[in-house]
């Protein structure tokens, strides 16, 4: 499978560090837009799906859970879950425990939409991915992994040391 070209205007990703992080943004980005359009069906877009997902896999949540979990800023959590129950996916109530924290449930339509979600993903999932021998799967599993860690600075996390 030939490469991608690098995106417009940088060298090439094989040996030189900015363009091989530009290419990794640009992949990110066309992986987003394929899941956005096969989820636009249902009405929702991979940012609503991950919370969906996340509360259809941890149960009811705060906010700042659902944050933590997603790595999703407060601001953007706010946004995200005034769409949801604007769509009637997802509820908001007072947490029991703290009354100053939001405890977030799906509704019924939320829980079907995060199955329907689900499925749609696993088939976006196949076509990016399905093609990797498992291990190259392994090794790209790794590399983002260590990559992610370097990211937010924990360097002895990613086994490099350093």
Avoid: C
Avoid at 104 to 133: C, D, K, N, P, Y
Avoid at 143 to 150: D, E, K, Q, V, Y
Wanted: glycine share 10%.
């Amino acid at each position: 499978m030939p490469s991608p070209p690098p995106p417009a205007g940088a060298a090439d990703p094989a040996d030189d560090d900015v363009a091989l992080g530009l290419l990794l943004a640009v992949a990110h980005a066309r992986a987003r837009h394929a899941l956005n359009e096969a989820l636009a069906p249902l009405g929702i877009e991979a940012r609503h799906y991950g919370v969906l997902a996340a509360l259809a896999r941890h149960g009811p949540s705060s906010q700042r859970r659902l944050s933590t979990l997603l790595d999703v800023d407060k601001s953007a959590m706010v946004r995200i879950m005034d769409d949801l129950e604007r769509r009637g996916l997802a509820t908001r109530n007072r947490d029991a425990h703290d009354r100053r924290a939001y405890a977030i449930e799906l509704t019924a339509e939320g829980r079907r939409a995060a199955r329907e979600g689900g499925a749609v993903s696993a088939a976006v999932g196949g076509r990016l991915f399905g093609w990797l021998e498992p291990s190259d799967r392994a090794l790209l599993v790794a590399m983002l992994t260590r990559i992610s860690h370097r990211a937010a600075g924990d360097r002895d996390e990613d086994g490099g040391g350093d």
